[in-house]
């Protein structure tokens, strides 16, 4: 199963979203992380795929935009994630 995970531009809020992907990498399934350019670093450094989708500006865009290319069985995201 693909997963895409919408994170935040906020670290406390991106940490809480780790657990969620390890355990669903760790079930096999093929997860990424989608954030800001300005926040891809951090993303990475969890250990988990990143996903830039520019500037605050087109976010929103840029996530639709991916999530047909890439065709996930399911996005996680908050109100606040975009």
Known sequence: MRVLLAAPPSPARLHNLVPLAWALRTAGHD???AGQASFV????????VAVDLGTADTEAAALAEFAELWRPDGVVSGAQAL
């Open 31 to 33: 997860v990424k992380i």
């Open 41 to 48: 670093g951090e993303i990475l450094r969890t250990g988990c």
